[in-house]
Nanobody
């Protein structure tokens, strides 16, 4: 089995910073794209940022220039550095990894449990 464990959420004032981490573990052969999503109350889950195994990145428009996604392939971990946080960034943040398990050919999407980020005075 494969597990994704997130950490780093919390309460921060507007303009502040947080760094989220998501570590994958289990029967992993390869991890392809890794992504961060978020879901605010009453809204649909949205893609925030993505990074390929080669390090190419993509961001949704509202976070460009403020958020940075990165990964450590040796640790099977993806990070989301969030700067200049705004109240509208408040949401539960989820990581997703596209994983090829050991001794298999298929690629499966695995999700973390979510971590709450609250931006408020």
């Amino acid at each position: 089995q494969v597990q994704l464990v997130e950490s780093g959420g919390g309460l921060v004032q507007p303009g502040g910073s947080l760094r989220l981490s998501c570590a994958a573990s289990g029967s992993i052969s390869n991890i392809y794209a890794m992504r961060w999503y978020r879901q605010a109350p009453g809204k649909q889950r949205e893609l925030v940022a993505a990074i390929t195994s080669g390090g190419n990145t993509n961001y949704t428009g509202s976070v460009k220039g403020r958020f940075t996604i990165s990964r450590d392939n040796a640790k099977n971990t993806v990070y989301l550095q969030m700067n200049s946080l705004k109240p509208e960034d408040t949401a539960v943040y989820y990581c997703r990894a596209d994983v090829q398990k050991l001794a298999t050919l298929g690629i499966w999407a695995y999700w973390g449990q979510g971590t709450q980020v609250t931006v408020s005075l």
